[in-house]
């Protein structure tokens, strides 16, 4: 595999807005296969049922799209090496799973999920390893028969040798060694027959001859159970190249919950995809000639992976909007003009907005007063005003962090999702329509006076509300990681348990 031509891929999941980190990751499969000549695959990995959906895979394409990291083969463009959906591959992965079982590398595990979470209980309390036990390992031919014939569900483990340890190779790390007793036995094949990440991306990146896998580096604990995959069915393994995570202003991993995290976003933000680009090439590698703006194609022809720095890249949005600044001022007027037509300034956006304004305009000018709130990159919110009269601001924030937890559950933000929101999170947290809308309407406008709310927030879009609301619960006081877990757990009790009230 060595001497084919350089072949990378990545593979998002459809499970919600596209992220940053997902471009971040693109980029630089992109430059690494642009620079030899390469094809760069995109590969959709969309085998979490409950979680997938078609408008999240729309979203990740057009947001990719949009960044011009423009992939060669897809579920979109096509390829010889399709279906590029992983759930309709699935046969594919039930084969492999079977050969691994045939060849005794894995096995049908019988175990139901009462004692999976005894056994994690039981490692917990013990303050050992958290792992599978093997206890499936060791069936015989006729306990296997005997659970069958039950029709009792069953998931495939992989087997990891017992003792020693397996030592791999990163193109930028080196030799890591890994002992075997960290490494559990992996879930390959899920009880609804559709894989896990592990084997469906060593199947499909072998099947898809992809040479060299550049991903991030929190899946450099699963390199190792990827290695033995390749080692079971006999294959030479993909060379891999781990990147260090981009990451928050205090050294944590980035998160939506200290940085907005979506491409949408910053799209939408006003951010162009040149810079943004840019911006992440700036994260892990630099410049031969020390240069900090630059463009995909200098990045390109200039590209060596040794340059890559491993260090933890601080995701900082000051430094994005000064390097879109930059962009945006080497510009000529009419390209400009352009760009500005094109984000909001055109028929299609300005005509969502009209019927909202009908009403409401004596003079043209009055649009400006009315419609800034569509336009503007920044928002000034006085978060003594958000609290409800006779609430408190503590009850103020605890609301809006439960609408944003609402708000992120909407695969469509329209009018009548947005308004349904507002329903459910209101009757769950005991507030009126009229108090809800005033936080909220304050947190996504910093007005109280705007054109209908509902219509208002489709309009400005899911991402650019949700950020504007966490900015806001930033400013009433933020609950801790800890407080917020357990905030969130009762929150999500609360919502799976909610039926709609009747009238």
């Known amino acids: 595999m060595s001497d084919s031509p350089v072949r990378v891929r990545i593979a998002p999941s459809p499970t919600g807005s596209p992220h940053v980190g997902t471009a971040y990751i693109a980029l630089y499969n992109y430059c690494f296969a642009k620079a030899a000549g390469g094809r760069f695959v995109l590969r959709i990995e969309d085998t979490d049922q409950s979680r997938s959906k078609p408008e999240y895979e729309t979203m990740i394409l057009d947001a990719l799209r949009w960044t011009g990291l423009q992939w060669d083969e897809g579920p979109d463009v096509g390829g010889e090496f399709g279906p590029y959906r992983q759930s309709e591959r699935t046969d594919i992965y039930r084969?492999?799973?079977?050969?691994?079982?045939?060849?005794?590398?894995?096995?049908?595990?019988?175990?139901?999920?009462?004692?999976?979470?005894?056994?994690?209980?039981?490692?917990?309390?013990?303050?050992?390893?958290?792992?599978?036990?093997?206890?499936?390992?060791?069936?015989?031919?006729?306990?296997?028969?005997?659970?069958?014939?039950?029709?009792?569900?069953?998931?495939?483990?992989?087997?990891?040798?017992?003792?020693?340890?397996?030592?791999?190779?990163?193109?930028?790390?080196?030799?890591?060694?890994?002992?075997?007793?960290?490494?559990?036995?992996?879930?390959?094949?899920?009880?609804?027959?559709?894989?896990?990440?592990?084997?469906?991306?060593?199947?499909?990146?072998?099947?898809?001859?992809?040479?060299?896998?550049?991903?991030?580096?929190?899946?450099?604990?699963?390199?190792?159970?990827?290695?033995?995959?390749?080692?079971?069915?006999?294959?030479?393994?993909?060379?891999?190249?781990?990147?260090?995570?981009?990451?928050?202003?205090?050294?944590?991993?980035?998160?939506?919950?200290?940085?907005p995290t979506s491409i949408l976003y910053y799209r939408d933000l006003g951010i162009i995809p040149e810079a943004l680009v840019n911006f992440l090439g700036n994260m892990a590698y630099s410049q031969p000639d020390g240069s900090e703006i630059f463009s995909l194609d200098k990045m390109v022809d200039a590209f060596d992976i040794q340059r890559i720095s491993l260090g933890g890249p601080i995701f900082d949005i000051d430094k994005l909007t000064w390097v879109n600044g930059q962009h945006l001022q080497n510009l000529p007027a009419e390209a400009l003009v352009q760009r500005l037509v094109a984000w909001r300034y055109n028929a299609d956006f300005l005509n969502q907005l009209m019927p909202l304004m009908t009403k409401r305009l004596t003079t043209l000018g009055d649009f400006n007063k009315y419609c800034d709130i569509f336009f503007l990159s920044e928002i000034t919110v006085d978060s003594g005003a958000?609290?409800?009269?006779?609430?408190?601001?503590?009850?103020?924030?605890?609301?809006?962090?439960?609408?944003?937890?609402?708000?992120?559950?909407?695969?469509?933000?329209?009018?009548?999702?947005?308004?349904?929101?507002?329903?459910?999170?209101?009757?769950?947290?005991?507030?009126?329509?009229?108090?809800?809308?005033h936080a909220v309407r304050l947190a996504v406008t910093g007005k109280t006076v705007v054109p209908p709310l509902f219509d208002s927030m489709a309009i400005i879009g899911s991402d650019l509300c949700r950020n504007r609301i966490l900015s806001t619960i930033n400013q009433l006081g933020p609950l801790g990681k800890k407080k917020l877990k357990k905030f969130r757990e009762s929150w999500d009790r609360a919502r799976a348990a909610y039926t709609e009230p009747t009238t």
């Open 386 to 437: 958000v609290t409800p009269k006779g609430k408190e601001a503590e009850d103020t924030r605890d609301f809006l962090q439960k609408f944003v937890w609402e708000l992120e559950t909407l695969v469509q933000f329209d009018r009548d999702a947005v308004e349904q929101a507002f329903r459910v999170v209101g009757n769950l947290h005991g507030w009126s329509m009229r108090e809800t809308t």
């Open 95 to 259: 084969r492999h799973a079977q050969i691994l079982i045939d060849k005794g590398h894995a096995y049908k595990c019988f175990c139901t999920e009462q004692r999976l979470n005894e056994l994690r209980e039981q490692q917990r309390e013990a303050g050992g390893h958290l792992g599978y036990d093997g206890l499936c390992a060791k069936l015989n031919a006729t306990e296997i028969q005997a659970n069958e014939a039950e029709n009792r569900p069953f998931t495939v483990r992989m087997k990891v040798p017992e003792s020693g340890s397996l030592v791999v190779n990163d193109l930028l790390r080196g030799e890591i060694t890994f002992d075997y007793a960290t490494i559990d036995h992996q879930v390959l094949l899920k009880s609804d027959g559709f894989p896990t990440y592990h084997l469906a991306n060593v199947v499909d990146d072998h099947l898809m001859e992809i040479t060299h896998v550049l991903r991030g580096e929190e899946w450099l604990p699963s390199l190792p159970k990827h290695v033995l995959l390749y080692q079971y069915f006999g294959w030479q393994p993909t060379q891999v190249i781990h990147l260090p995570l981009l990451r928050n202003a205090d050294g944590s991993k980035l998160s939506k919950r200290k940085n």
